[in-house]
């Protein structure tokens, strides 16, 4: 029941796919509306009033799953999700998929801090890594969805097949009982024993786990304040980690990997259409996605971000040093293989490490007293980097050139593999009394 209740939930990370990539299909039919007529400033801020809104949205999302619970605010984002497709389907000016836009934002910004939290308190130990790759891998399916369905249908059509999974996810979550972990919070202990016995099976050791839980609930007592996060050694060391993950996600150059997939699969001589080429990388990374799955609480936390990010800067080195051939005069026809190779090990080294694990990680390294005020903080960042990287760069191959640009990114992983190297725990099969032992430095 753990899988059904966090498949459930990781419904919304399947709404926050469809969102973000809803826009690759659709620009282009929305420029040659009449309706529209999109300029590429417009254009600009359709993308970007997305990281806007989800900025916003993530700020209260935090304490509100500490307040009202993390299953009815799950539940209730289905509603801006599906209020922005009702914005976008009916539209008739570029004012309503602007305000669909933003809606969109909010609730994209609020989900990917209310169900990696939930996902990381509905499961067992040995297996809390695998359920915390949901999130990502649900999100890649979204982005799949949207892919595969924006290459046959016209963008109104598109947007009401988005519309299907939030829909899902509020008859969903009706279903599943409240986070364990918020129950227990929340001195509703016999609640907590029936939770964790619809989750976990009728033959668990119930109150062994709900005893777990209150440990790490009474060593975490009090009432927290933003003070704490900074001055409470172990609070202060989770957050510098998960900052540090979600900033070395965005600057990974995912974002200008995945903008280059058409020329990149042109350069190894490919006749495929734009569409085919990003539901390829689609399909890649959801399967390697679903391989972090299995392989997260096996391999470690550790060992798949180190190979993630000395892959990447591999990969990411091999195409600037392609492009600033290319880009020099130099005929390239004989290694024109080059970046099609280094766009599908990027990618897949991406869903294996920097994708799922940051999200994943969220969840661990925090003490249920900060964890929904630090996992604001750090969809936060997490938005305000997509925003920046988004808007920045254009300018920055423009600047530099598409080699450099590169290579600044490859710098970037270098710096994470040593990051992850010197300062990220292993935090697989600990529970999180333990993992907050080794954030305070008391255990090793």
């Known amino acids: 029941m753990q899988f059904i209740a966090a498949t459930i939930v990781a419904l919304g990370a399947v709404s926050a796919g469809t969102v973000l990539a809803w826009t690759s299909p659709v620009v282009n039919q929305l420029r040659g509306n009449d309706s529209f007529n999109m300029t590429d400033d417009q254009e600009s801020w359709v993308g970007s009033l997305l990281a806007i809104g989800a900025f916003f949205g993530a700020i209260p999302a935090g304490i509100l799953a500490d307040m009202i619970g993390r299953k009815y605010i799950n539940m209730a984002l289905a509603l801006p999700f599906l209020i922005s497709w009702g914005f976008i389907i009916f539209a008739t000016n570029i004012g309503m998929i602007y305000a669909g836009r933003i809606f969109a934002g909010i609730a994209t910004g609020a989900v990917c801090v209310v169900a990696p939290m939930f996902i990381s308190e509905i499961g067992e130990t040995s297996i809390r890594g695998a359920l915390g790759s949901f999130f990502q891998l649900f999100l890649t399916m ?68 709900i005893q777990v839980i209150q440990n790490d ?39 200008a990997v995945i903008f280059y997939t058409q020329p990149i699969f042109q350069s190894a001589g490919s006749s495929l259409d734009a569409s085919l080429c990003t539901i390829i990388v689609g399909v ?10 299995l392989l997260i609480d096996k391999a470690g936390r550790r060992i798949l971000l180190m190979q993630s990010s000395i892959v990447m800067g591999a990969c990411l080195t091999m195409l600037g040093i392609y492009f600033h051939l290319k880009d020099g005069g130099t005929d390239v026809t004989a290694i024109g293989w080059l970046p099609l190779v280094s766009l599908v090990l990027f990618i897949v080294s991406f869903s ?65 593999t040593t990051f992850t190297a010197l300062k990220v725990p292993e935090t697989k099969g600990k529970s999180g009394a333990e993992i907050q032992m080794i954030l305070a430095g008391k255990q090793n």
């Open 142 to 209: 979204g982005i799949l969805l949207v892919y595969a369905a924006g290459s046959v249908v016209d963008w109104r059509t598109l947007s009401g097949i988005c519309a299907i999974a939030p829909a899902m996810l509020a008859v969903g979550m009706i279903f599943l009982p409240e986070s364990p972990v918020h129950l227990v919070k929340k001195e509703r202990r016999n609640d907590a024993v029936q939770a964790i016995k619809w989750l976990w099976g009728k033959q668990c050791n119930s109150r062994a786990a």
């Open 217 to 255: 609930v009474d060593a975490a007592a009090g009432k927290a304040s933003m003070r704490d996060l900074w001055t409470i050694p172990a609070n202060r060391a989770g957050l510098i980690i998960c900052l540090c993950l979600m900033l070395f996600q965005q600057i990974s150059g995912i974002n």
């Open 284 to 293: 890649v990374q959801v399967f390697m996605t679903f391989g972090s799955t």
């Open 352 to 416: 294996l490490g920097f994708g799922p694990i940051p999200w994943m990680m969220m969840g661990e390294l925090f003490g249920p007293d900060v964890k929904g005020m630090a996992s604001s903080i750090a969809v936060m960042l997490n938005w305000t980097l997509v925003f920046i990287v988004t808007k920045s760069f254009g300018m920055m191959n423009v600047t530099f050139g598409s080699d450099v640009t590169f290579w600044i990114f490859a710098v970037c992983m270098a710096i994470a």
